[in-house]
């Protein structure tokens, strides 16, 4: 199937007391752009993170939001330095003697010096968090490609209603083109038989005139690329997958094609045409960039 590169997908994992919430929301861009933002004790993850959403994700910008609680009371510690209090303490002292003070240092006042007391974080069983964080971002990331693919699907049927508009104009240039040299020629003996009356017209001559008109305007090359891109584009639709690129590619050349159909020719109902023609491969190269 065809995937959007517009999308967004969320999902909540309560396990053992944690709760992890992953959202990913992207737009276009070229290539895949992933921006994440979560708590700093999960960034040792990012790399495993990043290779993850790779499994599901081919193109966009991705912004990755990640949060983490945790309510088992284990993360943190209150971590008591004696050393450190015992150094303070004894400085305190002799202070007061150096200077003739009281000696009022009381537990109050020790707890307050720096690095005496101070809050630890537990150590972390990084498999568990892991495995965790990973659950939440698989789903989260089925639910976005979900979204994308939707999205997607609509602009698959979109893009074959204007491919199928395309292929109907491709139709009628192919068709009017030995129309118009026809009435290029009868044209061209009327207006040699007014010049010259009853004389009588010369064929041999008259031919070369048609076969330099129809060669000059002929488009036939490029009605035949023209037709096979469309159809091209069609089967790459069908196929699915990450074919934004691709598509791309190929409604540039669609384009190359209808400009030389639109410089060669001196017909207004082709010109009309080779227009429409012009303003629908825009409209479905628009579409393309939307997909992944």
Known sequence: MVRSMTGFGRYELNADEKKV???????????????????????????????????????????VFITWEDHSGSE????????????????MRQMAADFGLDDDVRVSTLSRCPDVLSMKEAD?????????????????????VEAR????ENLRADLEAKLETML????FITGRSPEIIA???????????????????NESRLLMEVT???????????LVRLRSHIETTRDT?????????????????????????????????????????KTDIEKVREQIQNIE
């Open 21 to 63: 919430t992953v959202e990913l929301r992207s737009v276009n861009h070229r290539y895949l752009d992933v921006s994440i933002k979560m708590p700093k004790k999960l960034s040792q993850f990012e790399s495993a993170i990043r290779s993850e959403l790779k499994n599901y994700i081919e193109r966009g910008k991705v912004d």
């Open 76 to 91: 943190e510690f209150v971590e008591y330095n004696k050393e450190l209090a015992s150094e303070y303490l004894k400085y």
């Open 124 to 144: 972390q069983d990084e498999e568990e968090i892991w495995n965790i964080l990973k659950q939440a971002i698989d789903k989260a990331a089925e639910k976005f």
């Open 149 to 152: 693919t939707v999205e997607g």
């Open 168 to 171: 109907g104009n491709v139709e």
């Open 183 to 201: 009435e290029f020629k009868k044209g061209l003996e009327d207006k040699v038989r007014d010049l010259l009356g009853d004389t009588t017209v």
């Open 212 to 222: 330099l008109f129809a060669d000059k305007i002929c488009v036939d090359e490029e």
């Open 237 to 277: 639709l069908k196929k699915g997958g990450a074919v934004g690129r691709k598509l791309d590619f190929i409604a540039q050349e669609m384009n190359r094609e209808a400009n030389t159909i639109l410089s060669k020719t001196n017909d207004l109902a082709v010109s009309d045409r080779a227009i429409e023609l």
